[in-house]
């Protein structure tokens, strides 16, 4: 942050607006996504919203003497000032998300405001939840990251933003797979499934699953498993009034863990047929672990007439030095990620009757894009080949 009185017109490395007009005084201090909008309406991009003409000087949605060390009511924290940088740059994204350097620099601006109100005092760990490593990238938080979430950190970017420079394909990746997750479910659920195990479920993001379920089934009940500690920091928004959903902290590779989970035995009965969701996870389990035994336990243990929806990252159809970024990126991360042969990932449904993806199709696994679409020619993407996936049932 320039403190420089000759240069009145930056901020943060970052030219002020010149032309706005007030905001009425009861907005003032809000942060600039949630003001003038009614809490229902969706955020979009900053750079999408109608500005006023004659809006005073803002940054963050502060006003800019607000980040003068000597102003009243300035902020409560370095960690609020940091937040407030951090939606505000995450609203530029669509702009920025490919220029990391840019990135790095505002990075660097929002730390300089954390000392400079904390007198020095302020770490990064202070803007991070509890539990949660903010050194290594976490799967969880490069998928969020990936989706346009908000739950990351800057590691994840980069992290992320690395392997995006050699798979520009990424982002139309995680949402094709996405895309066959909600599907999935949904498929499921209208063959009369009511309770789902969403395992490797994620951040909460815009399509949580029990929200996915809710359009065509008002009771289902979901239990999200995830080993990554973040998913319990944001577990209040997974969770519903009626106590229909659940959010564990569990290990797949601990089965007894997961299925004897009482919190995960309160919302779903292994008597009955589950949907057993596992998509984009099993890629996180080395052979070692052997991935194809444990879900083998999973399927084992849920009721005949049950559905396992699995998908799983393939290097078969990406260029090998894609690949390899990808692996070395996940090598720094919380956990490795071990690409799979179509073969290998077809052995995850032994055992199991596949579901055709689409109309006229056999009894395969396709990429994601595929799967369920009404046209699989268009469905083909170039980022939808990286994910191998099915829908099996156990009769
Ligand atoms: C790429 S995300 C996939 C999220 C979601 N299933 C989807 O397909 O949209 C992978 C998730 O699996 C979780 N995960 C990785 N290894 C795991 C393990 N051993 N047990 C439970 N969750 C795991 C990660 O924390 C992350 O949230």
Same mark, same amino acid.
């Given at each position: 942050m320039s403190s420089d009185p000759e240069e009145p017109n930056r901020v943060l490395g970052i030219p002020l607006r010149t032309s706005s007009r007030a905001r009425p005084e009861a907005e003032r201090g809000r942060p600039e996504t949630e003001r003038g909008r009614p809490e229902t309406e969706p955020t979009r991009p900053e750079t999408e919203r109608t500005r006023p003409e004659t809006e005073p000087q803002r940054v963050l949605g502060f006003p800019v003497d607000w980040f003068s060390s000597s102003a009243p009511g300035g902020p409560k924290s370095?960690?609020?000032?940091?937040?407030?940088?951090?939606?505000?740059?995450r609203s530029l994204r669509p702009g920025l998300a490919r220029v990391d350097a840019a990135d790095d620099v505002l990075a660097g601006d929002a730390r300089m405001i954390s000392r400079e109100r904390e007198g020095g005092e302020v770490a990064e760990a202070e803007l991070v939840p509890e539990g949660v490593d903010p050194s290594k990238p976490s799967p969880a938080r490069m998928y969020d990251y990936m989706l346009g979430g908000t739950h990351?950190?800057?590691?994840?970017?980069?992290?992320?933003?690395?392997?995006?420079?050699?798979? !520009? @394909? &990424?982002e139309d990746a995680a949402w094709a797979n996405r895309g066959f997750h909600g599907r999935?479910?949904?498929w499921i659920a209208e063959q009369g499934v009511r309770q789902f195990i969403d395992i490797g479920s994620g951040l909460p993001t815009q399509n949580n699953t029990h929200e996915t379920l809710r359009q065509i089934l008002d009771d289902a009940h979901v239990a999200y498993v995830d080993s990554d500690p973040m998913v319990l920091v944001y577990a209040r928004e997974l969770l519903t009034e009626d106590g229909t959903t659940a959010v564990i902290q569990a290990d797949l590779r601990d089965p007894r863990s997961?299925?004897?989970? !009482? @919190? &995960?035995?309160?919302?779903?009965?292994?008597?009955?047929?589950?949907?057993?969701l596992m998509t984009a996870v099993l890629q996180f389990v080395a052979?070692?672990?052997?991935?194809w035994g444990l879900v083998k336990r999973y399927v084992d243990a849920s009721a005949p007439?049950?559905?396992?929806?699995?998908s799983h990252i393939t290097g078969d159809r990406l260029p090998p030095q894609s690949v390899q970024t990808g692996v070395d990126v996940y090598g720094g991360a919380t956990e490795s990620a071990y690409p799979r042969t179509k073969a290998e990932i077809e052995r995850f449904f032994d055992g199991l009757e596949l579901v055709p993806p689409y109309?006229?199709?056999?009894?395969?696994?396709?990429?994601v894009g595929q799967w369920g679409a009404e046209d699989p020619v268009a469905g083909n993407s170039d980022g939808a080949q990286a994910?191998?996936?099915?829908v099996g049932r156990r009769s």
């Open positions: 370095a960690a609020l000032a940091v937040r407030a940088f951090r939606r505000w740059i990351n950190l800057q590691v994840d970017r980069i992290a992320t933003e690395r392997f995006r420079a050699s798979m !520009p @394909d &990424l999935a479910a949904r997961v299925l004897d989970n !009482p @919190d &995960l035995r309160a919302v779903i009965d292994l008597s009955q047929p589950v949907g057993l052979d070692s672990s052997d991935p007439g049950s559905y396992l929806a699995l109309a006229g199709a056999g009894q395969i696994i396709v990429n994910f191998y996936c099915g």
